[in-house]
Nanobody
Framework: QVQLVESGGGLVQAGGSLRLSCAAS????????MGWFRHAPGKEREFVAA????????YYADSVKGRFTISRDNAKNTVFLQMNILKPEDTGVYYC??????????????????WGQGTQVTVSS
């Protein structure tokens, strides 16, 4: 069983930055593709970014491309999401997720096997 714990959320003004972390335990972190999703009020949970296992390929939603960066530190069993130039529409609960044993890095919720509890990000205008 894999446990994922997010941290780093908070309140920030538009144009600011936040760095989210997701610490994994209970499995072989280096073998999992890792993703970030977000859930805004009144909207469905959506894909934000993902990173594969080695070699580290990264994938982004168009809405965050150029502003967000996903990275991972396999030695620390942690995946990060650096969020820059934040906008009010980035507000939501951010979840990290682990994908086990698939060839293609997923962009949909159904392709991920383990989820964290989420961390709130609020961007004020």
């Amino acid at each position: 069983q894999v446990q994922l714990v997010e941290s780093g959320g908070g309140l920030v003004q538009a144009g600011g930055s936040l760095r989210l972390s997701c610490a994994a335990s209970g499995g072989t972190f280096s073998s999992y593709a890792m993703g970030w999703f977000r859930h805004a009020p009144g909207k469905e949970r959506e894909f934000v970014a993902a990173t594969s296992t080695r070699p580290f390929s990264t994938y982004y939603a168009d809405s965050v491309k150029g502003r967000f960066t996903i990275s991972r530190d396999n030695a620390k069993n942690t995946v990060f999401l650096q969020m820059n130039i934040l906008k009010p529409e980035d507000t939501g609960v951010y979840y990290c997720a682990a994908q086990v044993g698939r060839l293609r890095v997923g962009r949909t919720m159904s392709e991920y096997d383990y989820w964290g509890q989420g961390t709130q990000v609020t961007v004020s205008s």
